[in-house]
């Protein structure tokens, strides 16, 4: 074994090269082969298929489409998440720490849920829509859900978690004595808040702008759902394979692709950290006049009520017989049928039992891909550490539908001398794609855990005469658990409830509980829906509690 | 002394630059070795060398007439203290000690034994069940040292063992380290950048900078004859002036120190084949100058400050063409202001060295 700085060991050295060839031929050779379908046919070389794409004005409206919403979900998931984060952490209200948390929960919930739960509060036949009707006595809904507005406001609604959380955690290391020094440096308010808050919530800032363009330019389920009329590139790349214009979808993946990478390269610079100051966070101000304290409370509360109304609808509804709630405030008869339906059929059991065994086996793989890539990468420091990173992160910039796309493209013939096999349609395609889109959660974790290991720790270990087994065994992993526990429940809770790249690669067989609960609603099978988005939210919540529980840092 | 380690030609090269150049050391079976040095002089890379954390690009490390140069880490049987002591945190006291004598197989009965043995020694006895976060910097330092020696190594390295400690704790701490590795008779290389430090735990103290080795000795011997100005200047306090020699006698040298003529006894410096008319670099200890009247034939001087020390004081004072020196003496005879004539101390004996003006330091 050699030294952390005396350059890699030659079995490092290769096993980081296959590694490397591993995730290049999972990640980079699907991505390429779409690439390639794009500008290819049998007959050869070809750009036919890029000037049908260009020719079509859908083509445009879809891209348009996918990129406007995006920015308009920054925009409006910025407007309820800061003011949010500021309100719970810069005023001292009753029940502040608990809604602090509350407020937190959509980021653990799956995206469909979320979409799912909205539609039974706001849809046409929702709640409200329901309720509004019934107050007006109007002949018909006062609304319909659908279209643009629609999936804008599902966005803001399930995207804002990432501005809050981003912004709480920076106002919640800022120095307090930052604040003071610019105060008496004669600095008023507004000038405080200009010339040292800000930049410091800058990083934050961008970070969740990021995630939330990153997001929402690759939902699937909201447009999919609400859509309607309005065309975005997700839904578009699905419909458009599944007319059987294959090469053209490719166009439309790569297109995609690229806007990704863009906003990427739009907000690079911009997300790096100014790196955590030392000291005690400003603490939150004592209202004095009682009228302003409850006044704000009431406004936080009330906004946290509201975001967490769809969720507690799910919940009624789930409770709730077939066809016997219509237009009572409170549903007239409750029932646990729904639920037993799902223990009792094997064909509703199915789902849950495959969604379980598949987030699980692409866990376990994703997080011990994660160490052995950290342990290369930190601590042997092998040639092509970059490149290693990079390929674990890359499948995070990568709209999940491309990806779905890009696997079932490469895994659907089979010629093995160019690295092909036919795994869609059979049990391993789906596994081994929630593992491709796990590698970026679980790695950026683990990544960041080694990279927060003091490595004299190991030194010790080896001067104490342990080998490098025992070493990771008994001082790496345990030290390390609290990254791995954060980076293993997001990638558990992220292929538990995964939509996107399901509904493009799955089989009967390996159908997944999103797949049931959207089969169960279009069959107007709403208890059985309601029942499968409320098991999804309590295992995600359950594994997100534990998770944090022991000793994981929470969002990571 | 036969040797027991032996460093032969130790390289160790980052990018283009040596760390560590052609360095060789032979130490004896129960010595301690101190490696004093400026930051990035080289030591530490020198100590992971030795534990086996680096590779030389060059060179030998022999334990015991045994070539370990290329052996790992656990194959040498060394015990490490390091700087920040890298106690595992996820294990109490008793496991962290237990952690080596694991490795070796030590099982049930006798690992309860040893473990209470080391951890006695560093006058830890009944502390097996504490958590690592609950102990002060003081008691961590003794964990680490009882982890190490737990598994009775051949060779104890110490990584700036003191430097994590308080002032007011350090000094305690450095004469218990001292007593305890002389109990065991344990061959030790300790690192260190603080020249009190080295003199008082090692038996001989090797100076490095720029990754080359300047001088090894006795505390003694480095601070009666430094090898160079270098030496003279990191280890003791050191002033220094312009001065030609002229004349080399018998019991001494004569040198020419800003127009005044000094006599330097023979044993005071280090005389190395200097001529007449040479233009030489003179080191003063400020112990090995004496202020006088500013009489004719006395370096002329201003005294400018004053450090306060108990009965002797360290005066900083300046001569009419410049110079800065620092002189010791009595703290109540000189004020600050007054003019005072400098002459070499009588019992100027090891007070000053001459080098040749191009020797850096």
Known sequence: ???????????????????????????????????????????????????????????????????????????????????????????????????????????????????????????????VARAVQALLRLDEAPWRLEGAAAVLLVHAYSMYVYFYLFTRAALLSLDGSMLEAA?????????????????????????????????????FSAPYVFGGGFRVMTTQIVSTRLNGETALAMVETVSLTLLALLALVVFRGAERDLGGSKGTPPAPARLRSAWLRRGIATLAWGLGIVLLLPHLTLLVVSFVPLGTWTTEAVPPAWTLANYATLVRDPVRLRPLLNS????????????????????????????????????????????????????????????????????????????????????????????????????????????????????????????????????????????????????????????????????????????????????????????????????????? | MTAFLELDGLTRRFGGTAAVDAVSLAIGRGEVLALLGPSGSGKTTTLRLLAGFEIPDAGRVVVDGLDVTRAPPVARRFGMVFQHYALFPHLDVRGNV????????????????????????????????????????????RVALARALAPEPRVLLLDEPLSNLDPALRERTRRELHDLIRRIGITTVLVTHEQEEAFDLGDRVAVLRSGRLEQVGTPDDLYRAPANPFVAGFV???????????????????????????????????????????????????????????????????????????????????????????????????????????????????????FPWEADG
């Open chain 1, 1 to 127: 074994m050699s030294g952390p700085t005396g350059g890699a060991g030659r079995r490092s050295q290769l096993l980081a090269w296959a590694l490397l060839l591993a995730l290049a031929w999972l990640i980079v050779y699907p991505l390429g082969l779409v690439l390639r379908d794009a500008v290819h046919s049998s007959g050869g070389w070809t750009l036919g298929y890029v000037r049908q794409f260009l020719r079509r004005p859908t083509e445009w409206e879809a891209l348009w489409g996918s990129l406007w919403i995006s920015v308009a979900s920054v925009g409006l998931a910025g407007m309820i998440g800061i003011p949010l984060a500021v309100l719970v952490t810069r005023y001292d209200f009753p029940g502040r720490r608990m809604l602090a948390g509350v407020i937190a929960l959509p980021a653990v919930l799956p995206p469909l849920v979320g979409v799912v739960a909205f539609l039974f509060l706001y849809g046409e036949s929702g709640f």
């Open chain 1, 183 to 219: 105060a008496s440096l004669g600095a008023g308010r507004w000038r405080s808040i200009r010339r040292v808050v800000f930049p410091a919530l800058k990083p934050a800032l961008a970070a969740g702008a990021l995630l939330t363009f990153m997001t929402s330019l690759a939902s």
């Open chain 1, 356 to 556: 379980l065994w598949l987030a699980t086996a692409a866990t376990v793989a994703s997080v011990a891909i994660s160490i052995l890539a950290a342990a290369l990468v930190v601590r042997h420091r092998v040639r092509g550490r970059r490149l290693l990173e990079g390929l674990l992160a890359l499948p995070w910039a990568v709209p999940g539908t491309v990806f779905a796309i890009a696997l079932a493209t490469a895994f659907s013939v089979h010629a093995p001398w160019t690295g092909r096999v036919i795994l869609v349609g059979t049990i391993w395609i789906l596994p081994l794609a929630y593992l491709v889109r796990n590698l970026p959660l679980t790695s950026r974790a683990t990544l960041a855990g080694f990279r927060g290991l003091d490595p004299s720790l190991d030194e010790a270990a080896a001067s104490l005469g342990a080998g490098r087994w025992r070493t990771l065994r008994a001082v790496t992993v345990p030290l390390l658990r609290p990254s791995l526990v954060a980076g293993a429940t997001l990638a558990f809770v992220t292929a538990l409830g995964d939509f996107v790249t399901s509904i493009v690669l799955y089989t009967y067989d390996t159908r997944p509980i999103s797949l049931e609960l959207l089969g169960s609603l279009r069959q107007a099978d709403v208890g059985v829906a309601a029942a499968y988005g409320v098991v999804l939210m309590a295992v995600s919540a359950l594994v997100f509690a534990l998770g944090t529980g022991r000793g994981g840092s929470g969002i990571a």
């Open chain 2, 98 to 141: 237990a952690f080596g004598l694991e490795s070796l197989g030590v099982a049930a009965p006798e690992l309860d034994r040893r473990v209470a043995a080391a951890l006695e020694l560093v006058d830890l006895g009944g502390f097996e069940r504490r958590r690592i976060a609950q102990l002060s910097g003081g008691q961590q330092q």
């Open chain 2, 236 to 354: 003791g306090r050191a002033s220094s002036i312009e001065a030609v020699v002229v004349a080399l006698l018998e019991g001494g040298t004569r040198v020419r120190v800003e127009g005044v003529e000094w006599g330097v006894p023979a044993d005071a410096g280090v005389q190395r084949g200097l001529i007449v008319g040479q233009r030489v670099r003179a080191l003063l200890r400020p112990e090995a100058v004496w202020m006088a009247r500013p009489e004719p034939g006395t370096l002329r001087a201003v005294v400018e400050a004053r450090r306060f020390a108990g009965a002797t004081s360290l005066f900083v004072v300046r001569t009419d063409l410049g110079t800065v020196l620092e002189v010791s003496g009595p703290s109540r005879a000189i004020a600050v202001g007054e003019r005072v004539g400098l002459v070499p101390s009588r019992r100027a004996g090891g007070g000053i060295h001459l």
